[in-house]
């Protein structure tokens, strides 16, 4: 998997295996398993030892279906093997969900060689199911399962939030949480005019230098009488172990329902030893322009060092740089491969209009505004 000079994952294709036609209860199926949400909850409320293990397991278990998302044959064996439940430990976990009526030993299910039915399973077709990619089983290349390492920070709501960063994915440009549950911004500083030249307003869009939760968000995963600040903390431990991480965007406003423009690599700004990737190219091109538009008044800009500086028509409302919270792997399904091809297709427009842009500016003309051909998006 391709990582930028900040960590951030690149959504390459190569990310994603390809899907195998597996027959029923045989094998992983698809790249992907499904979890009905309210039987997620049911999770979180049945009797339990371990709350982790029992939750933990019941993925496992999901993750070696076949394309049915019913029938598995992975056990206590796979427990161990891939997230580091010992057997005695992913047995009594298993026993919990056949007790709970989670799972039912099938017809042909003997002693030695276990096979399970999902007794609720979800159907990919219903109604916004969580999605989650096998991979976080399984493990990428040779790296440990991301659930291997959640379960090894020993707090089972830190685990909630890890997979309900899947549950919350908009199926947007962003593919990530909206705004108004989880964002990266800044706090003191909003955008601020530098100047207007001709049809162009240069703004400075202040990087980001905290992140907030919305209303009604965030409380779910504290224990009671926690303070916010546990919240933060588990968050923080899940970036640490690349379970979850924020992805930065340009977006038209600092609201939470503002629209996001396109993506940006902040790692532009102080390394020079970065990945090179089509977000990259997109802001230093962002950044090329402005000093070319400023380029007569660089005292301008000199006072707003470490800002990303980006030119818009002047009619456009002030700007913002906004965080997106995304899980670290994503599931290959439809969805994310639609959203995956929006957001190539809004790099190239916007890369193609500030080229465009800069030709203008080289040529002295500054009477066109920005033209971002939203049109190939559409098509």
Known sequence: MMINSIGVPKMEEEQTLKSEKLLKGKGRGSNFCVIDKSEWKRLWTVPTKNRMNLVIAYIVLLVGTGNDHKLTKWSAKACEDHVGIGKPRAKKAIEELIESKFITHTEESKRLKPQYEICNPADPEDENPIFLPNQIVTGLAKENSMLRRVKETGDPLALKLFIETYAGIELDRTFGLPASKLKKFNNKQSARKISEIGTHAIWALPMINCTSFGEGFGYEYLNEHEEPESFWDRLRLLEKVNAVYFDYWVFDSNADDAEPLFPIDPSVFYSSTFTPNAEAELTRKVMEVSALLTSEMPY???????????????????????????????????????TYAKRRSRVEQYLDAYERLAKDVAEGRYDRPLLVNYELEAA
Request: proline share 13%; no cysteine.
């Open 300 to 338: 301008l800009t000199e006072q707003y060092y470490g800002d990303l500086i980006v030119a818009f028509p002047a009619h456009m409302q002030p700007p913002a740089v906004m965080g997106v919270a995304k899980p670290f792997v994503e599931a290959d399904t439809p969805g994310r491969r639609m």
